[in-house]
């Protein structure tokens, strides 16, 4: 799309003011937004009109064309990328909106999963000084200092020098078009200085799948989907498949007619993941005669 089809885009949607300032200062998103009651421009300070129609997403719009805003000048789309990530974190933060989320990959089996931002996150500052110099684009910080820093790609990505300024600290890089469009979930360009991310792999265990005629088990089933005898089992069809526990079905090909099925399940948690009577149960117990 070219810039200024975007532009049309983000207009029609009422993104390109992400919010407006209300009369006792308070941020208002067009969601939130009435006719009838005066706004501000958050960049120019500029009166925003509040639009709304049959056919008009909800959106504002400076009352006259400002002389000077940074949401109509040649790097908008950077700076309305910008406005929509502190306003979304803002929400968050303060207790409004859902926590934006990260997308990682694990370490371990690589697989790629949405991981909230940590609770611990009190503030967000926009355009924030670091001690380098450097305006980092916004500053999550835990009330003692910041902890992380996003940096909005536009046309400049962040390069050597510039993450020598970042300070040490941990950033992530996001796309301004893809921020913009959807502010809750970041999808980095690049990172650098995040923990490293296992997913709920790292409490799975490796249930081996037995082939009873007329049906597939497993044995031990932390949550009991089905006793024979006191002893739990769960049917990979309909027990399996259907639970929040199944991380994955692994099949293993040893040979023509040699075929090994394994339920991958974190069900046991941390605690039962680190017994060894827990992962006996789970792997290893026969259970006869169920069917
Ligand atoms: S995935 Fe785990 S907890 Fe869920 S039914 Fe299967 S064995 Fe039981
Ligand atoms: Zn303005
Ligand atoms: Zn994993």
């Known amino acids: 799309m070219t ?3 975007l532009a049309d885009d983000a207009n029609l949607r009422g993104l390109l003011i992400p919010y407006a300032f209300g009369a006792s200062g308070e941020r208002v998103s067009p969601r939130g937004a009435a006719r009838g009651h005066s706004y501000q421009c958050p960049e120019c300070q500029e009166r925003l009109v509040f639009r709304q129609g049959e ?11 400002p002389e000077s805003c940074r949401f109509m000048s040649e790097g908008w789309l950077h700076i309305a990328a ?5 306003h979304a974190v ?14 990682r990959r694990c370490e371990t089996c690589r697989q790629e999963t949405w991981q909230p931002l940590p609770g611990k996150l009190k503030t967000v500052t926009m355009e924030c000084r670091l001690s380098s110099g450097r305006v980092a684009d ?3 910080s835990n009330g003692s200092g910041p902890v992380a820093l996003v940096e909005i790609y536009d046309t400049h990505a962040v390069d050597e020098e510039k993450e020598k300024d970042l300070c040490g600290i ?8 893809e921020a913009l469009r959807d502010p809750i979930h970041w999808r980095p360009r690049m990172s650098s200085g995040l923990k490293p991310f296992r997913c709920r792999c790292a409490s799975a265990v490796r249930m081996k799948a037995i082939d009873r005629g007329c049906a597939l088990h ?3 089933c932390p949550m009991r989907a089905r006793v024979w005898r006191g002893k739990p089992y769960a049917n990979v069809m309909d027990d399996c498949s259907a639970c929040e526990h199944l991380i994955d079905l692994v099949h293993i090909e040893r040979g023509e007619d040699d075929a090994e099925a394994y339920v991958l399940c974190d069900g046991f948690g941390k605690a039962c993941a680190d017994n060894p009577a827990a992962l006996q149960a789970a792997g290893n117990v026969h259970v006869k005669g169920t069917g």
Not at 55 to 65: C, D, G
Not at 82 to 86: D, E, G, L
Not at 90 to 103: F, I, K, N, R, T
Not at 170 to 177: F, I, R
């Open 170 to 177: 941990p950033w992530v890089e996001l796309s301004a078009t």
């Open 3 to 5: 810039e200024q089809g």
């Open 55 to 65: 056919v008009k997403v909800p959106h504002f719009a400076h009352y006259r064309a």
């Open 82 to 86: 910008k406005h929509a990530m502190f």
């Open 218 to 220: 497993v044995d031990g």
């Open 90 to 103: 803002s929400e968050w933060v303060e207790g409004h909106g859902p926590a934006p989320q990260l997308l």
């Open 138 to 140: 916004l500053v999550l």
